[in-house]
C-alpha cells in the first residue's frame, strides 16, 4: 500500500477508498477490526481530522460500524455492497464511455471484444 496520495482527489476521500480496496480485495473481511484513528493517522502522517472524515463516510455508509471503547469493524455485507457499488460505477465511468467512443469509431461488438481480450492478455 502506498503511503503517498495524488492530488486529483481530497486525502480523506483517497483514505476512504483505501479501506474499500482492502475490504474488497478480502484483506479486511467482515467483523474484522481496521486500524484506529490514531494508527492511520502515523502510518498515513496526516491530520486526525482527515482520517475521520473518510472514517465517517465509511459509517454513514455502513461500511463499517463502530464500537463504542472499542473499534472499528467492517459491517456484515460490505463487501457485496461495495462490488455492487463499484460495478454501477465502472459501467458509468468506464464501459457507457468507451461503447459511446467505440460507436463513433464504427466499431462492432466483435471489434471492441477482440481488443478487451488482447490487452487482458498482455497483462497476464
Keep these: 500500500m502506498s503511503l503517498s496520495f495524488h492530488d486529483k482527489k481530497p486525502i480523506f476521500i483517497q483514505i476512504k477508498e483505501r479501506i474499500e480496496d482492502q475490504i474488497v480485495k478480502g484483506q479486511l473481511k467482515e467483523h474484522d477490526q481496521i486500524p484506529s484513528t490514531t ?27 463502530k464500537k463504542r471503547g472499542v473499534g472499528m469493524f467492517v459491517a456484515e455485507g460490505a463487501r457485496e455492497k461495495l462490488v455492487e457499488n463499484r460495478k454501477h460505477v465502472f459501467e458509468d465511468e468506464f464501459v ?16 471492441i471484444m477482440d481488443i478487451i481480450k488482447r490487452l487482458k492478455g498482455e497483462r497476464s
Design 96 to 111: 457507457l464511455p468507451m461503447i459511446q467512443e467505440a460507436e463513433k469509431l464504427g466499431l462492432t461488438e466483435r471489434e
Design 39 to 65: 494508527q492511520m493517522v502515523q502510518f498515513y502522517k496526516v491530520n486526525h481530522i482527515t482520517v475521520s472524515k473518510g472514517i465517517n463516510l465509511l459509517v454513514d455508509e455502513e461500511i463499517i460500524y
